[in-house]
């Protein structure tokens, strides 16, 4: 029925999802209804509880009972006659009540996992220090072998990317014992299998769909082709990658004020039992896109910074990042965009268009990108002209979860820069554009030595960011041009 009535208003699942969202705040409620959850419902796999039932109800015009969700019991009938059977089929507005080990068991992974998220950048700077001193990017909270960072940037015109045919499936996948401790009970019987079907039940943020993506496999930039990937999904990282972290706050946070005690192996099994970090065959490291924008002119030059909602995405949430940043992955499942999109350029391309511009998400599923029509034409344009240049500082590993880095650099000439993101947004699905200044607030934040140390010590600076501006401002004269 739900299927339906959504058919019938010609709404996408989209459509309702961020309407119920907006009702929800109608009513004092900060929901984070997706796509997928909706789907969910109209397939019968969960129901919705009585309040997203009235919010539906109040969306579609309808009564609660013309939806269709409400869940069959069995419950003996109260009398037997000629008329009924023993059993009778009444219907409830909730399910069961949730026995109270389990409510506990989430709800304590519920306050770890939030507490995580408040506290990623100071978490992620204590990891680095369970690694050997000459791993750790400065103090950054990014690990990586040197081999890994180029002595100097490496335009992407310079290297190749290749794919993996010989990577098999990864020795590590999440769902181990020594996990175990990080995943919630879903059951008196069971725990959650896997650390992202945790966060879809217990915790969920807004974006969070599980997406094909490349999982990197090989770094060496004495290659043509530097850098290695075979296929994996986004959970197949989460599922390691959140692990770790949850471990690493779980042991390492102390008390109400968020108190982080010194880095020590201690309690810290999962880790242990991945090994070495920098084994890429041994687990599914999906990697991101970090791409520092900077436009540059004879004034000088100027980067943006994204405020990350922590009730939006499942990484990185709270913190403040370089723009834009996505997990390299193609555009759609289908064959054709697996192979247009095995390109750095483009993913970044896909990114800005997505982060600066507010243009929807290739979500993965539909028809792939056309890089023939705009935004994504003109940004194919510009960097053939030489308007655009893009650097790739290395690869690293975010010290907290041992997710995959790739940190790149987009330096734009002002014109082109103003050109193209004339209508930049003030915020998008994932969080806002940071601004500077009362009387004319701007995006635009000078990159200077003064303004990088202050957001350093500032405490909300992503690894990958901190990372990403540290090492192009060591290498600032080669992508500015400077002498």
Known sequence: ?????????????????????????????????????????????????????????????????????????????????????????????????????????????????????????????????????????????????????????????????????????????????????????????????????????????????????????????????????????????????????????????????????????????FRRHLGDPFDLYRRALVSSTDTLTIRADADGATFVLHNRSAGNVAVAGGMLHIMPAGVFQPSSILPAAQTADFDLWRNIMREFSEEFLGNAEHGGDGNPADYAVEPLASFEAARAAGRIRVFCLGVALDALTLYGELLTVAVFDGETYDRLFADMVDHNDEGTIVKTGRVQPTSALPFTRHVLDELAHGGRLAPAAAGCLELAWQHRHTILRRN
């Open 1 to 269: 029925m739900l299927y339906n009535l959504r058919d019938n208003a010609g709404e996408t699942q989209q459509d309702v999802a961020d309407a119920l969202n907006e009702l929800g705040a109608v009513h004092g409620r900060r929901l984070a209804i997706t796509a997928n959850q909706l789907s969910r419902w109209e397939r019968g796999v969960v129901f919705p509880s009585a309040f997203y039932r009235k919010l539906l109800a109040e969306h579609f015009g309808v009564s609660v009972a013309e939806l269709g969700l409400t869940r069959p019991k069995v419950t003996a009938a109260p009398a037997r006659t000629e008329e009924s059977d023993a059993f009778a089929i009444r219907t409830d507005t909730e399910g069961p009540e949730m026995p109270r080990r389990v409510a506990e068991s989430q709800q304590q992974w519920r306050t770890t996992r939030r507490a995580l998220n408040a506290h990623r950048v100071a978490l992620a700077r204590e990891a680095a220090r369970l690694y050997d001193a000459e791993l750790r990017v400065g103090t950054s909270g990014l690990i990586a072998p040197p081999s890994w960072l180029p002595s100097t940037p490496r335009e992407l015109s310079t290297f190749g990317i290749a794919y993996d045919n010989a990577a098999g499936e990864p020795d590590v996948t999440g769902s181990e014992e020594a996990s175990a401790a990080t995943r919630p009970l879903a059951s008196e019987e069971r725990r959650y299998a896997r650390y992202s079907q945790a966060i879809r039940d217990v915790d969920h943020p807004r974006l969070f769909e599980n997406r094909l993506a490349w999982r990197l496999t090989d770094v060496d930039w004495d290659q043509a082709d530097a850098l290695a990937f075979a296929t994996s999904t986004y959970f197949g990282m989460v599922d390691t990658a959140e692990a770790l972290a949850h471990e690493m706050a779980a042991q390492h946070l102390t008390g109400a004020a968020g108190g982080i005690s010194p880095a020590s192996w201690r309690g810290l099994t």
